[in-house]
């Protein structure tokens, strides 16, 4: 009920970096936009699984009910169909906005990480919530730093192509800050670097998904550019872990949450060949505009404030993965009548 739930909250409206109370208590209530998607559906799982009250906004633009349908039924469990660029009233303790196309072939059709972040932010700002970010490396753009570090202020085209991203992220981190300094809002900020894991969008676009994909589906992998460009690849679990650690902390950030373990994008292709089919073959495609060459987090912070590191390696992570996309794939092929 409305009062035993107001029992377990001791920051409402309260002073920031206090821990709440009711957390690991089931009767904490959270808000997860962007739910349905790949991290989000990974994250509602360790949620629901420590014993919260959890309540997904998905407008299902990326994301799909088949990742939460093992939760339908739970009374701790709830969905909710809604743009977060409309705005929304709920009763909530802790809000983890991740709602975004979050991918180059889908995030330049929507103003999600403008208007959706400020819905949120009034949001918690009205009821007292504490809300997290999901930043992106992105916004250190084609870094002139290298690994990053927080500090780094980044070296971001205004004006490109993957602008409504890296730019759009950039004001989000923008607004929180302000809610946080004008409002007193309790925020938390991770930038996230590349992530991978089951029930990644299979055609979005991004390389892991793609390689592992082409490689089940017997296609060359696709290599864009020269293939020497680095990316590092954090594990799903990892990553969850590391967003639980930062919004249960003290600490506003932005925090790094990514895995060191840097890897060419041939180097990539070569562990997936391993892990997958060993004769799978390389394609070069032109590269796309504005590429980073290189990324690599520094987590040194996270490691010291929020205790947190990731432990899964990209050789361990990989095969983690496959069987998901091999089902998928065999589903939407058998959906297709082949
Ligand atoms: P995803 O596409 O799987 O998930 C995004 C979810 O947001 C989807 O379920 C989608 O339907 C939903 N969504 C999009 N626009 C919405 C809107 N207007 N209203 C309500 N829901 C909406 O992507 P993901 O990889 O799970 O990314 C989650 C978050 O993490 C994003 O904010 C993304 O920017 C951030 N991030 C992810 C990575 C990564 O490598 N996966 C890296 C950096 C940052
Ligand atoms: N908002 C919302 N739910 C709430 C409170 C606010 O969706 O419970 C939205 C609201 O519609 C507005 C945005 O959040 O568009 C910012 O709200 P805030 O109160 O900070 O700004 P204001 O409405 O005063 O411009
Ligand atoms: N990339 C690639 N082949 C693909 C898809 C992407 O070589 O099929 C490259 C892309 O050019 C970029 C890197 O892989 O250099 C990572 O791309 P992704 O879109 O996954 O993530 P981001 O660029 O956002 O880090």
Known sequence: TGSTRRDSISYRGGKPGRVPVGVGSRRLRI????????????LVDK??????????????????????????????????????????????????????????????????NVMGTLNMLGLAKRIGARFLLTSTSEVYGDPLEHPQKETYWGNVNPIGERSCYDEGKRT?????????????????????????GPRMCLDDGRVVSNFVAQAIRKQPLTVYGDGKQT???????????????????????PFNLGNPGEFTMLELAQVVKETIDSSATIE???????????????????????????????????????????????????????
């Not at 808000?31 to 990974?42: D, E, L, R």
């Open 284 to 338: 070069y495609r032109a590269n796309t505009a504005d590429d980073p060459h290189m990324r690599k987090p520094d987590i040194s912070k996270a490691k010291e404030l929020l205790n947190w590191e990731p432990k899964v390696p990209l050789r361990e992570g990989l095969p983690l993965m496959v069987n998901d996309f091999r089902n998928r794939i065999l589903n939407e092929d058998e959906g297709k009548g082949l």
């Open 47 to 112: 949620l629901i699984g420590r014993g919260n009250e959890v309540i997904v906004i998905d407008n299902f633009f990326t994301g799909r009910k088949e990742n939460l349908v093992h939760l339908f039924g739970n009374p701790r469990f709830e969905l909710i169909r809604h743009d977060v660029v409309e705005p929304i009233l709920l009763e909530v303790d802790q809000i983890y906005h991740l709602a975004c196309p979050a991918s180059p072939v889908h995030y330049k059709y929507n103003p999600t």
């Open 31 to 42: 808000v997860v936009t962007g739910g349905a998607g790949f991290v989000g559906s990974h």
């Open 231 to 253: 990316r590092s690849f954090q594990y799903v679990s990892d990553l969850v872990n590391g967003l639980v650690a930062l919004m249960d902390g003290e600490h506003v950030g």
């Open 172 to 196: 989000a981190e923008t607004l929180t800050m302000d809610y946080h300094r004008g409002a007193g809002v309790e925020v938390r900020i991770a930038r996230i670097f590349n992530t991978y």
